[in-house]
């Protein structure tokens, strides 16, 4: 097999693996495609969190069989590091989720760590830029909160959840952040506001 051919293949097997699920779900994933671990990892936990709580509610439960999973970008190899190293590749990755997003509307964008919610960000061309580095822990849940505090139906809501915590469900930096698990805190949160919106999310398992 040739380079090319080898190079065309290993593109077109990793674009079958970029995105699980239905575009037309109300909740997305955009997840960075070096750590592709936070679907169980983070989202596993949190998930399990907001059932409980949706289901202590309102008595039912998310159907997330058609949820929409993304990796940011096909290749791992062109995630960047700094505010000025976002080759061409990722600014066309940056316009096609764009296309995306704009045709089909999530209610709900959750990304997993700095650089999903800075692609994001660019998605929405949201200013200053910044580079994925200036998202620590601390920020990234200062982000959160304000995500939560703002959450409109009406439009498409980004909710920035970490990529790692620590093995007692805490954050790495600033452990007393929340004061208390980060994965009963955040769920619990966006389950609220689900709740809150039931009637506008066909989400649900019938």
């Not at 970029?18 to 037309?24: F, I």
């Not at 997003?101 to 200053?128: D, M, N, Q």
């Amino acid at each position: 097999m040739s380079s090319l051919m080898r190079h065309n293949y290993i593109s077109q097997t990793e674009k079958a693996k970029r995105e699980t699920g239905d575009k037309s779900y109300p909740i997305w994933l955009l997840v960075n495609p070096k750590y592709p671990a936070v679907r169980h990892q983070i989202w596993t936990p949190v998930l399990a969190e907001i059932q409980d709580k949706v289901y202590r509610e309102i008595q039912t439960r998310i159907d997330t069989t058609n949820l929409y999973i993304r990796n940011a970008v096909v290749d791992s190899g062109i995630v960047p590091n700094t505010l000025n190293w976002w080759g061409i590749e990722v600014g066309e990755e940056i316009e096609m989720f764009r296309e995306i997003v704009l045709e089909y509307k999530p209610k709900i964008i959750i990304t997993f760590g700095a650089f999903p919610y800075e692609f994001l960000r660019r998605v929405f061309k949201i200013k200053p830029e910044k580079g994925p580095v200036y998202w620590g822990n601390a920020i990234l849940g200062d982000e959160f909160g304000k995500a939560i505090q703002n959450f409109d139906i009406a439009k498409i809501n980004r909710i920035p959840l970490l990529h790692r915590v620590n093995s007692g469900g805490k954050f790495i930096e600033n452990q007393n952040f929340f004061g208390e698990n980060y994965f009963h805190y955040v769920g619990t949160r966006i389950a609220e506001k689900i709740i809150e919106h039931k009637d506008s999310l066909k989400i649900w398992i019938e």
